[in-house]
């Protein structure tokens, strides 16, 4: 074989070798499997790996800003707990020294039946001679004041008695539930205003037992308020995530147990505030809202009823900014 023929067979081959390239070419120009299709691919996947990551690192903003705060509320407690634990107890000695106007019991002591026939005298402190306390029979100790525990038991009588007052409300609150009558009983013996409120207080939040989930759009600062304010409750849990709707704007889905929270929460936030003040304003406008979207909930097929939207976010129109 000549020169020649090897010349036309190495010529062969590369011709052959530039038909595969140009059908390589031709594939890697094609807009549905070359590179234009993998960049898109590419181009995607990194969109959603950045939205997992932000919504990530968002809830974890969240939670962090969270422990924060009950790591402050702890250390707050253990500094006040440690305060009273050193303060020194007083002594039999110190009791012994103080007037005895300083113990009420022995200031207002009266003669028992028992104790009617007189006794060995007694010497009080701050009389002429200057002497403690003396008698003839054995030192026993002074009384204690019994005041603490007079209040505790008040307290105790008062919480019992607003536990059995919401006790008698839950048929009420059931039967306008069901929108039905309720029984007669204790709690529908009186027709007050403040038991209209607490009635509907309880509806809503059978409403919201049944939410699985609502959206709620507000200024970050503000969901920042209502999270820490319902943060303590045992029904609320945070959200997955927090997204960003722009101009301060963020958008969370809650569940309906977080509503309970937060429905509870704003209700004893309003009823405490002795003034008109910022935590009143808020808890009072953001408990509206969630009224008046749970009072038009309805049970049902999901994906008949629309979702619950509790929005934050007022404005003026766009004409008047014109």
Same mark, same amino acid.
């Given at each position: 074989m000549g020169w020649k023929d090897e010349?036309?067979?190495a010529m062969g081959q590369l011709g052959e070798i530039r038909e595969q390239l140009g059908r390589l070419e031709g594939r890697l120009d094609d807009p549905t499997a070359g590179l234009v299709a993998l960049h898109g691919q590419v181009e995607q996947a990194r969109t959603k790996i950045l939205e997992n990551v932000q919504g990530g690192t968002t809830g974890l903003r969240e939670e962090n800003r969270e422990l924060r705060r009950r790591?402050? !509320? /702890?250390?707050?407690?253990l500094s006040e707990a440690r305060a009273e634990l050193s303060r020194p107890a007083p002594t039999r000695a110190d009791l012994l020294e103080s007037p005895v106007s300083h113990v009420p019991e022995l200031a207002e002591e009266k003669p028992s039946q028992e104790t009617d026939a007189p006794g060995p005298a007694l010497t009080v402190v701050g009389s002429q001679d200057g002497k403690r306390p003396t008698t003839d029979e054995p030192e026993h100790?002074?009384?204690? $004041? =019994?005041?603490?525990?007079?209040? /505790? !038991? $008040?307290? =105790?009588?008062a919480v019992r008695a607003e536990r059995d007052q919401d006790r008698d409300l839950r048929p009420s #609150?059931?039967?306008a539930?069901? %929108?039905?009558s309720a029984p007669a009983g204790p709690a529908s013996t009186s027709g007050s205003p403040e038991k209209g409120l607490r009635v509907a207080h309880g509806v809503l939040l059978l409403r919201a037992a049944g939410v699985a989930s609502a959206e709620v759009v507000a200024h970050r600062d503000t969901w920042e308020w209502l999270?820490?304010?319902?943060?303590?409750?045992?029904?609320? !849990?945070?959200?997955?995530? #927090?997204? =960003?709707?722009?101009?301060g704007r963020v958008r969370v889905v809650v569940s309906g147990r977080s509503l309970i929270a937060l429905l509870i929460t704003l209700w004893d936030t309003r009823a405490d505030a002795e003034s008109p003040d910022g935590d009143w304003a808020m808890a009072v406008t953001t408990y509206t809202r969630m009224a008046n979207e749970l009072s038009e909930a309805t049970g049902g097929d999901h994906e008949i009823a %629309?979702? @619950?939207? @509790? #929005?934050?976010? =007022?404005? #003026?129109?766009?004409?008047r900014r014109e």
């Open positions: 010349f036309q067979i790591q402050e !509320r /702890m250390i707050s407690d100790a002074l009384p204690t $004041n =019994d005041l603490s525990g007079d209040s /505790m !038991r $008040n307290y =105790d009588r #609150v059931e039967a539930y069901r %929108g039905t999270a820490s304010l319902a943060s303590e409750h045992a029904h609320f !849990r945070a959200p997955f995530a #927090v997204e =960003d709707s722009g101009e %629309g979702a @619950i939207r @509790i #929005v934050l976010d =007022d404005g #003026v129109p766009e004409e």
